[in-house]
């Protein structure tokens, strides 16, 4: 067991592909799996904090980080199956699995295909179940035109992906005015996504639809939504009228846990406690 320190593992998933987790602490696993592009280190400051009471797994998915890069399986019902896999692998029971952007389809995934069973309590960070409607009064990612955009426009070259995760990360990730060095760090771990695979699980989580499975999550086991500021107007009164049973907590900006880790970790450790 990584009690003392972190450890960099790997597990095997599916016929060659490995999955590169970091792991610390012992007791009731805790699973954080990141957004489009990121790495597990990204939560380095939930690592530290939770893994006094529990064992800490953070991914890198499929495609991400120090896992496999494969040409096939770049969807969220594959991420979903990494995830069973990696849980059965390593004997995972009663996992509290938390979810950041495109992370939430991976955690709505697995439960839509495996169930609640072995989960304790899902965490989802900012990001809809649903992230295309055309009905205004949805939480999206955006509109048709501006998805379409990036998917086409955009996620195209690794240069083309790296601007855009530039502008996302100072205008809507983080809220503080970023050093160069900082921006650079997260560009850096994002980009060991090849921009092929970015483009591929891009377009697979735009047309994503775990509505159904979201419903139930807050129905059957405790939820907790975390909503960044700049769209919470929507986002809340969504979640708090299709999801009643997901509690719901606004603060920061799209990377809130990386940002203000004092805080969000306190969140989550108050309703860990009331579970």
Known sequence: MAKDRVESRYVTV??????????KGEGSPMVLIPGLTFAGEVFKGQIEHFSKEYRVIAIDPRGQGLSTKTVHGNDY??????VAALMAALGLEDVVLVGWSTGNLEVWSYIQQFGTEKVKAAVTIDMSPLPLSPDP?????????????????????PQGVRDFFSDYATGI?????????ELEYLLDMSGKTPYWICSSLFANAIFSNYFDTAKRVGETIPSLM??????????KPFVEKNFPGTKTHVMGGHL???????EWNRVLEDFLKNI
């Open 77 to 82: 019902l594959t991420h979903g199956k990494d």
């Open 256 to 262: 809130m846990f990386y940002e203000y880790p004092e």
């Open 226 to 235: 975390f909503i960044a500021e700049h769209w919470a107007d929507v986002a």
């Open 137 to 157: 009064a949805w939480w999206t990612e955006g509109t048709m035109e501006e998805l379409s955009e990036v998917a086409t426009q955009a996620m195209i070259s």
């Open 14 to 23: 599916a016929p060659d592909v490995e999955i590169h987790y970091l792991e």
């Open 173 to 181: 990730m983080i809220q503080h005015e970023m050093e160069p060095a």
